[in-house]
């Protein structure tokens, strides 16, 4: 198999759009449509993928949205439903632990394309996912939520900041060239420094719908040299329909291409 961020360029490429749908559906948010059914959030899943499948690089459930018995039955649909339509799949999970548990962790690159990873435990910890030369791993650098400053913007003797650390150490454990970065939109001026400081890693850019982030600094930093890189919408996209009669993902479908347009107005 193609390593993932090879794939996901020539996906990117095929629907010219870097959009990655976030799947991530909030019971509490459902729409009366799917609440009926057997698997409700898969249901709201399927519908979902359908509408916005032509302007989807990526879906991107992720895992807290399905930590029950019957989520995880939701998951596994939803990724083998997605994948079967050629969307490769990105588990939002942020895993990395010691020794074994990694190891347990990395099992789930069996059946998802990519996954999100916290790399403050250091290269040990992540090893088990770096070594799945095919998949992808997003290792978490200048994330968009405001208490993200509080670690990641503190300066380390050397000078630099903790995330630009984290950018060099994801540049220099990038062998199998399966290591990109989660560098939020909300934070324009990082990113585009994160972007001149690592050229070749890919991103995803969470951050543009529902949080506000900087649509235009999204999609000139997102791409690497190799084509490769995600701008995630979620709740923007999955509820864009919430307060219309509109059928909701009908509305998703519209604000997936509506964010594709934008984007590309900007790469």
């Not at 990395?96 to 962790?105: L, M």
């Not at 978490?140 to 903790?162: F, H, I, K």
């Not at 989660?182 to 050229?199: F, H, Y």
């Amino acid at each position: 198999m193609p390593a993932f961020f090879d794939r996901l360029a020539d996906r990117i490429a095929e629907i010219d759009s870097v959009v990655s749908v976030g799947l991530d559906p909030d019971e509490d948010r459902l729409p009366d449509a799917v609440r009926g059914a057997d698997l409700p959030r898969w249901e709201f899943n399927r519908r979902i993928i359908d509408a916005t499948r032509e302007s989807a690089a990526a879906f991107k459930p992720n895992a807290a949205f399905y930590e029950d018995p019957d989520g995880w039955r939701a998951l596994e649909k939803t990724v083998d439903y997605a994948r079967e339509r050629g969307v490769p799949v990105l588990l939002d999970a942020k895993r990395a632990d010691i020794g074994n548990t990694s190891r347990q962790y990395a099992k789930i690159l069996d059946s998802v394309d990519a996954i999100t990873l916290n790399p403050y435990l250091g290269r040990d910890a992540l090893a088990p996912f770096l070594d799945r030369e095919t998949a992808g791993c997003f290792l978490l650098c200048r994330t968009s939520n405001p208490g993200g400053a509080d670690v990641q913007d503190l300066e380390l003797a050397g000078g630099e900041r903790v995330y630009e650390r984290v950018a060099d150490l994801a540049a220099e454990w990038n062998d199998a060239g399966n290591v990109g970065l989660v560098v939020g939109a909300t934070s324009p001026d990082e990113l585009r420094a994160v972007r001149e400081r690592v050229p070749e890693l890919p991103f995803l850019v969470p951050g543009v719908g529902a949080q506000g982030g900087d649509a235009a600094a999204a999609a000139e930093c997102a791409t690497a040299t190799n084509g490769a890189g995600l701008v995630n919408s979620t709740r923007g996209i999955i509820f864009a329909g919430e307060d219309s009669e509109r059928p909701f993902d009908e509305a998703a479908g519209e604000a997936a291409a509506d964010l594709a347009e934008r984007l590309n107005a900007h790469r």
